[in-house]
C-alpha cells in the first residue's frame, strides 16, 4: 500500500492540487483545487495509485468492477486489470445513472464499485443502486480520494487511498477576496497559471 505521503507526492508531481484563487462548481470560494484528470493522463502513475487501490480486494474473489462514468472509467478499468477480472461502467441516461452499450451484471456476481473522487458520493450511490437492481453482490467501494471527510456512508466497506478536505467559503467572507491580490478563477479557465 502507499503511504498518505506516496499518494500526495503523485498528486502533486501530476498537477492534481494546485494552490491558488478558485471558484468551485458550487460556487465557494477555495484556495485549494483538485482535478485528479490530470494524474489518469500518466498511465504509470495511475497503475502505482491503482495497484494500492485494488490491494485490499485481491484475496475477494471480485468478478467484476463497476464504476460511474467518466470519472471513475480509467481507474475502474486500471482496478480491473490489475484484479485480472472484467470491467464495466455506468452512465446517466435522462439523468438516470443505468447500464448500457450492452453491460451485464448477473445476479449473484461479486462486484467492486471503483471511483476516482468521492464528494457528497451521489454518482457511487446510485451505481450501487443499479448493482443492488441487477443482484450483484457488492463487496465493497474503492476511491482514489475521500473529499467527504469520513461522512459518506454506503453501507459498504469503503477503501480510500487518500482522505482529504478541501477548505472553501461563501465568496462573502473569502480571505482571498478580502485580500483583493489574486481574482477569483474558475479551474481549468485560461488564466489558472497566470
Ligand atoms: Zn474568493
New binding site residues.
Partial sequence: MLTREEVISIFEEAGVLQTG???LTSGR??KQYMQMAQVLQYANLTEKLCKSLAEPFKNEKIDLVVSPAVGGIIVGYEVSRILGVKNIFCERENGVMTLRRGFKIEPGQRVLVVEDVVTTGGSVKEVISVVEQAGGEIVGIGVLVDRSNGKVNFGYPLQSLLSLEIES?E?EI?????EGKVP?VKPGSRNLKG
Fill in positions: 484563487h478558485f471558484i470560494h477555495s467559503y465568496k473569502c480571505p482571498l477576496c478580502n477569483a
